[in-house]
């Protein structure tokens, strides 16, 4: 389970930056998770929830948004997205000359912090 460790990460990001804007707490973190980025959504939740405690992040509110499995299909010469990240066929003439196109990480996208 590496989501631990992304969301460790991501919180230290996160109060570097709340710290940094004299927060006294954070309120909500948006974080964007690539399709190709092998990052399980309830396993993100649980380990953020983990790792936010004891910090300004603490019962703060997560959004996650899962990027699509979005492709360039050499052979139809436009962008496809892929039903599943382990189909690797093109759906619409099911040439295998794919680009993937989506990203293979995770991004905070947001942080809403209050410094009352």
């Known amino acids: 389970m590496h989501e631990i460790t992304l ?9 570097q930056q709340a710290a940094a804007n004299g927060a006294k707490r954070v309120i909500a973190v948006w974080i964007k998770i690539g399709a190709f980025s092998c990052v ?3 396993s993100l939740r649980f380990c953020f929830d983990l ?4 910090t300004l992040a603490e019962g703060c509110k997560l959004h996650i948004e899962e990027q699509q499995a979005e492709c360039w299909c050499e052979h139809c010469q436009q962008y496809v997205q892929l039903l599943s990240q382990h189909v690797r066929r093109c759906p619409q003439c099911q040439s295998d000359a794919l680009q993937i196109v989506a990203d293979d990480g995770m991004q905070i996208q947001r942080i809403e912090i209050d410094q009352e």
């Open 7 to 15: 969301c460790q990460r991501a919180i230290e990001i996160v109060e």
């Open 51 to 54: 790792v936010c405690r004891g």
């Open 40 to 42: 399980e959504s309830s």
